[in-house]
């Protein structure tokens, strides 16, 4: 029973790859899924829970200035304890390390790659891909205007990259804490290729 991360640049083909990989292997795909079950552990809805996580810096602390925390208080309606940042956390890692528990799955972000680092059978990817290629291909895939393309790729990678520094005080990018990084880039984004050497890494 082994569990595969996949850490990816926005617009790098990564979900892609990992939605193809987890029908190849059958195993389950766990992304934004894991939204929905930890808004349910925090009571938060779904929608609350994805605008704390996608906040600046994605810290709960860095937020809750004053007028954020009443926005999101009469939203939510919820007392400051439901927006501790050390709950939040907590959440994540358990609904990740449940799933690793599970076993046979491919798991897209969250930080599983540190996580679920040195267990066994789990093997950690990134998928990256350059940032000009990227805005085009996020562009041509009506998921951002051509104009802010490659401002949206660069908002979206801030958003992962300051999740991790924030959560596991390491870097992103860092290629050490990979068993492959795949630049689809490279391989003018054709699936397939990609999907072999992904495959051929675990």
């Not at 992962?160 to 492959?180: P, V």
Request: aromatic share 8%; with cysteine; glycine share 6%.
């Amino acid at each position: 029973m082994a569990i595969i991360t996949i850490s990816k640049e926005f617009a790098s083909g990564g979900q892609i790859l990992a939605q193809r990989l987890a029908e190849e292997l059958g195993y389950r795909l766990v992304g934004r899924k894991v939204l929905a079950e930890l808004a349910a552990r925090l009571d938060l809805s779904e929608g609350e829970a994805e605008l704390l996580r996608r906040g600046e810096d994605n810290s709960l602390f860095k937020m809750l200035d004053e007028v954020f925390l009443h926005t999101v208080r009469r939203i939510a309606q919820k007392p400051e304890s439901a927006l501790d940042d050390h709950a939040y956390f907590k959440a994540v890692k358990e609904l990740i390390q449940g799933v690793a528990d599970q076993g046979d799955a491919v798991i897209v972000g969250w930080g599983g790659q540190y996580l679920l680092a040195g267990q066994p059978e789990t093997h950690h990817l990134r998928v990256v891909a350059p940032l000009e290629e990227r805005a085009r291909r996020c562009a041509s895939l009506d998921r951002c205007d051509s104009r802010d393309a490659q401002s949206e790729c660069e908002r979206q990678d801030r958003i992962s990259s300051s999740y991790i520094k924030h959560y596991f005080k390491r870097a992103w990018d860092d290629a050490t804490a990979y068993k492959l990084v795949l630049n689809a880039g490279a391989l003018d984004f054709e699936f397939d290729k990609a999907l072999g050497i992904l495959k051929a890494a675990l």
